[in-house]
């Protein structure tokens, strides 16, 4: 199984760019999560998903806007790049019914903002 | 590629010897709790989880210890390995819906 995939895995942008990330998941899993990892913070959640067709902010979520059309899928955008998204996303998602927080993790999509 | 968590708490341990990990929380609402290791330029991985009805639970070579009067989390490693050198997350759950992570402890195992 290919569990959690993002693309791209790397990306370079310049101020003012945008640009869509893509996850996708193959576990049929409910709920799907952004996360942002920078240096000596840990993970910080942007946004989440509890199902298809809805989204909510985390702790983070200026800057950002995701959609959630397809259950597998989970975009999260960002309209105008500022060097402060310069940052490694990690999309994760976890079942329904499952461990409340056994969450399952993508590679990593690492952004540098110039 | 490089490192996330540059500036993170580093643990060094001798390959063998028992590494314990800690970390504190801080809200005494969270009934979940999870330890999580991130390997360099991988996601973070499961390891092993507690409910907050618990205070001591094992798996294979490890084991998490709680305390909800001090909110406290422990990891313990037996036996470390060199493949246990990684990134380690405490997490905890406040609703089902949220996992929020600590900063992580950077593990480093000597041979």
């Known amino acids: 199984n290919a569990g959690v995939t993002q693309t791209p895995k790397f990306r370079v942008l310049k101020t003012g760019q945008s640009m869509t990330l893509l996850c996708a998941q193959d576990?049929?899993?409910?709920?799907m999560y952004w996360y942002r990892q920078d240096p000596g913070m840990g993970l910080r959640l942007i946004h989440y998903?509890?199902?298809?067709?809805?989204?909510a902010k985390g702790e983070v979520p200026d800057g950002y806007n995701v959609s959630r059309l397809k259950k597998q899928n989970f975009l999260l955008g960002l309209e105008s790049a500022a060097p402060s998204q310069t940052s490694v996303y990690f999309c994760?998602?976890?079942?329904?019914?499952?461990?409340?927080?056994?969450?399952?993790f993508g590679e990593g999509s690492r952004l540098t903002v110039l | 590629g490089e490192s996330v968590g540059l500036h993170l708490p580093t643990l060094s341990v001798q390959e063998g010897d028992n590494s314990i990990i800690n970390c504190a929380y801080s809200?005494?609402?969270?009934?979940?709790f999870i330890w999580y290791k991130q390997e360099s330029g991988k996601g973070p991985q499961f390891i092993i989880d507690?409910?907050?009805?618990?205070d001591k639970r094992q798996g294979q070579r490890v084991t998490v210890l709680l305390n909800k009067t001090v909110k406290h989390l422990s990891l313990q490693i037996a036996a470390t390995q060199p493949g246990d050198s990684a990134v380690y997350f405490c997490?905890?759950?406040?609703?089902?819906?949220?996992?929020?992570f600590g900063a992580g402890t950077r593990l480093f195992v000597k041979a």
């Open positions: 994760a998602s976890i079942m329904r019914q499952g461990k409340a927080g056994e969450l399952f």
């Open positions: 576990m049929n899993h409910e709920y």
């Open positions: 998903s509890v199902g298809e067709g809805t989204t």
């Open positions: 809200n005494s609402a969270s009934d979940y």
């Open positions: 507690i409910r907050s009805n618990m």
């Open positions: 997490a905890e759950n406040t609703g089902g819906f949220k996992t929020i």
